[in-house]
């Protein structure tokens, strides 16, 4: 029973970090109506980018290589390159292909996606770097002593800042004037527009909070296997989840992250021994198709009813 | 064609009811709709005679567009009965509507934008079309020969609706007023028994909806068919309709020949907003 | 002046129901088929044949199946890789397993395999639309490829699943030069580019197209959607089974399950979208830029840097300018080099008195 709760945290803790990738899908899918595949390569960006500065600062600076200024220094740059790249994204690629079909803009993103990780790696180069955030990836001893259960101090951290962000996040769009601006925008763009909701500037802060959250969800995903290419595969992660909580969700990502999360760490090891293993890649999907001939409108969506 | 027609709007033809009008065709009885919690029609009926034109009138809201939605099988009621050609419809979808004879146009034009107008008006041939997949693949034989057998009912849609320079243009790019024309096209390729047009005329100017009327009036006329019409220009409904029904909040306010109607007080309330 | 269709009166619906109905477009035709079959055969190297016409044939094929899918029925797939990869084990196995089986057959059965598997994963295309659907159609993607690794009988218990085809034979006449390859490929494709031109300008492409546009309207007119939407996802699914087989029996010879990856499949999407969405001829305009594209790609940056090429810009180039083209092209011309070409032919038709 302890080996399943085990499977079972591990499963949650990781969960929320696809909770945080697939947030930034729902913001931007709020505001603009646009599923930005994209998100993923935004990931890896800002991972890489964080990265990147944080080697090369100290020889332009003659600043400790180790210090927190570096690593603060890089943050804020970091996130200064994905709120300019948001912004570009938005105006460049999103503004001329408005009022287009919904698959039209989702194939606009893939693109995206392969123009992101070719600028990303023509910056900084293709190696895998590895990123520490000195939290040490080893079992939390007051739980395995008491409950004799291993859970990682690291993935302990970064769901706590996952969850942080969530929560503020939420709490962000729920009582600020921005917030229900968004709400607005998300509800109908033609009537936000005529009561003067200057839509493009939400977009923007959409686009940027969308990169604040792809540094942060590349940061902790970087620590804890390299800052590479893969990282834009986050985005594989998220979709099963956004599908399971409905594309405009907040709450929906989390739940739908969580239950991903776990299930998917819980098949791979009880079930994958029965079918060869490695089943990780395909079972959310699979899981969250099974639930969408269910409920098609996902966890929180809501009911569309056809007009004509 | 039908030039001498063209005048016909504006002067009051008073339709002799019994001059071509059969037996009831359709019939509605008790009809309730909601959703959700929204009551959308309630205890509704009516019915519909062959070749008669039967308007549905009524405030905006009313239920007129749901009371469409109804007959072709898009929205099922929750409560009552509907008779078509004498039987008693249970399951009800748009396919099996159209396969006993039901067409129809929407009220937002509903064609198929990145088609050309020709295959736009094919797509009405679609049930009557028996060829199969392996079939359309070769395009010889006998899946040539229905397609070509097609194109020439089509071409008759087309020449009646005098669209015949605009059958290879992609719908998307034509105005308003041939969008609506083409549709009606559509739904006259599958040559129904039973029309259902919403809103036909709307946001169209004079001359265009001289044209829809002449249109809908050669229709009844030339084939025989049934015509279930919502429309919100009253001149044009008190004109071409045998016999009106009223709907305010999805309740049935009056029902009758247009002269009827139009003395109805509780018709003249719902229209003029008075309390009654 | 050569390019008028003034003159040429329609006698029938036949004739004006032809693929072609200028005749300059016809003559045009047979001449680029004469090309391809006869000229081309007699000039090409091995490389050309091999590495360029052979791969953009059966490029063409798949953006053929994905086309119907996406552009003519309106169903976006993103798992078309794995349906390749369908129709390639599918006509392997059907060789290995049946004595004398013929090729053709087997490609052909490769295909219904994928065909099937392909209906199984277009299913939910019933309840769901958009962008949720493509999101199902990974599901595909990760499951084929891995389903194809897991399981040793596909590949004859080879390890991580390599196959290697067998020789190509027909009729006891073996296929096993560049030039044979090429004209093989090139007959399949071809005509299974004119059925799938017949398809769609039938009552089958005219339900896909209707879905596509409208599909409540579809319904109300006596359009099966659900019908409509599996006979595309099999159709589609069907060539890109073909397309998977002809890449392992006439292109590579060698191939994996994970040679059938998500970065295929989203090669396939850029192809129909640089080609022209919903063109049967933009699927092989698109084909033929993504095959040559990095070619030349290379050949520009040797040139330019001589040998001292840094490391990855290759790649990271084509990466940006494939994003961008993709981006380029969704903005500015969305229905891709097929519409340009019509412009162009438009703008002939008046040379050289515009006015």
Known sequence: MGFFFEVLIGGLLSGVLYALVALGFVLIYKASGVFNFAQGAMVFFAALTFVGFREVLPGWTGLEADGNFVFWLAFVLALASMVVLGILTEKIVLRPLVNQPHITLFMATIGLTFLIEGIAQGIWGANVRGLDLGIADEPVEWIMESADILVSKFDLFAATIAGALVASLALFFQYTKVGRALRAVADDHQAALSIGIPLQHIWAIVWAVAGFVALVAGLIWGARSGVQFALTFTALKALPVLILGGFTSVPGAIVGGLIIGASEKLAEVFIGPFVGGGIEGWFPYVLALAFLLVRPEGLFGERHIDRV | MMMNDMASLGDTQTQAPDRHIGDVILDLQGISLSFGGVKALTNISFDVREHEIRSIIGPNGAGKSSMLNVINGVYRPQEGEITFHGKVRKDMDPHRAATQGIARTFQNIALFKGMSVLDNIMTGRNLKMKCNLFEHALYWGRAQKEEIEHRKKVEEVIDFLEIQSIRKTPVGRLPYGLQKRVELGRALAAEPTLLLLDEPMAGMNVEEKQDMCRFILDVNDQFGTTIVLIEHDMGVVMDISDRVVVLDYGKKIGDGVPDEVKNNPEVIAAYLGTSH | ?355
Request: charged letters at 10%; aromatic letters at 14%.
């Open chain 3, 1 to 355: 002046m050569l390019y008028r269709e003034a003159g040429q009166f329609k006698a029938s619906y036949q004739e004006d129901q032809q693929i072609f109905p200028i005749r300059q477009d016809k003559l045009g035709f047979i001449a680029i088929l004469g090309f391809f079959f006869v000229v081309l055969p007699l000039i090409a190297s091995e490389y050309w044949l091999q590495a360029i016409l052979i791969p953009v044939l059966i490029f063409s094929l798949a953006a053929i199946g994905l086309n119907i899918l996406t552009g003519y029925a309106g169903q976006l797939s993103l798992g078309s890789a794995a349906f390749m990869a369908v129709g390639a084990f599918g006509a392997y196995n059907f060789i290995l397993r049946i004595d004398g089986m013929p090729f053709i057959v087997a490609l052909l059965l490769g295909g219904l395999c994928a065909a099937a598997v392909g209906v199984a994963f277009g299913l939910p295309s019933l309840r769901i639309k958009g962008f949720y659907l493509a999101v199902a159609t990974l599901a595909a993607q990760f499951f084929i490829v891995w389903a194809l690794v897991k399981f040793p009988w596909f590949s004859n218990n080879s390890s991580s699943g390599v196959i290697t085809a067998q020789h190509v034979e027909i009729l006891g006449f073996a296929f096993d030069t560049p030039v044979l390859k090429y004209l093989l490929t090139l007959a399949i494709v071809a005509v299974l580019a004119l059925v799938a031109k017949n398809l769609v300008r039938s009552t089958t492409g005219r339900g896909w197209m209707a879905v596509r546009d409208m599909d409540v309207a579809a319904e109300v007119i006596g359009i099966r959607p659900m019908r409509a939407k599996l006979t595309a996802f099999a159709v589609s699914s069907f060539y890109c089974g073909v397309a998977g087989a002809l890449y392992a029996y006439t292109y590579l010879g060698t191939v994996e399950p994970e040679g059938f990856n998500l970065d295929l499949s989203f090669k396939i999407l850029f192809m129909i979208i640089i080609g022209g969405v919903g063109s049967i001829m933009g699927s092989f305009l698109g084909a033929a830029f993504i095959v040559l594209l990095p070619i030349f790609l290379n050949v520009a940056m040797h040139a330019l840097f001589a040998g001292s090429m840094p490391a990855g810009l290759g790649s990271n180039l084509e990466l940006i300018i494939f994003g961008g083209l993709i981006i380029f092209f969704l903005i500015v011309e969305p229905h891709g080099l097929a519409r340009l070409w019509q412009i162009g032919k438009e703008k002939m038709r008046l040379w050289p008195f515009p006015h």
